[in-house]
């Protein structure tokens, strides 16, 4: 079953932006928290970016603080992902997420504590 349909992946030369949309199919997001995963060929799948159901706080990992910004908007479903300054390292299959309990808000960029899943978005940054 498809929960989300994401848009906005491609091909960019490092420095270079993308933005990421993720717009939830058949559910409200309005009470979940909202996170952006990815996963490069060869490697587990890691958290970059989550973000609660109010807006009020965000959470990422390290190496992308300073360079990427989640933001969501209720009214229509979706959350994003703005991406600048990207890096080759950044190349993977990027993937939204919701959990609508709290398990997420205790752990959020584990991707086990999110149940509903997009299909995942390439991706990639050339040097």
């Known amino acids: 079953q498809r929960h989300f349909a994401e848009s906005g992946g491609g091909s960019v030369q490092a420095g270079g932006s993308l933005r990421l949309s993720c717009a939830a199919i058949?559910?409200?997001?309005?009470?979940?928290?909202l996170g952006w995963f990815r996963q490069a060929p060869g490697k587990e799948r890691e958290g970059v970016a989550a973000?609660?159901?109010?807006?009020?706080?965000?959470f990422y990992k390290d190496s992308v603080k300073d360079r990427f910004t989640i933001s969501r908007n209720n009214a229509g479903n979706t959350v994003y992902l703005q991406m600048a300054n990207l890096k080759p390292e950044d190349t993977a299959v990027y993937y939204c997420?919701?959990?609508?309990?709290?398990?997420?808000?205790?752990?959020?960029?584990?991707?086990?504590?999110?149940?509903?899943w997009g299909q995942g978005i390439q991706v990639t940054v050339s040097s």
């Open positions: 973000i609660t159901s109010h807006g009020d706080k965000t």
């Open positions: 997420a919701a959990d609508r309990t709290v398990v997420a808000t205790m752990s959020p960029l584990r991707p086990s504590s999110y149940p509903y």
């Open positions: 058949g559910f409200p997001v309005e009470s979940s928290t």
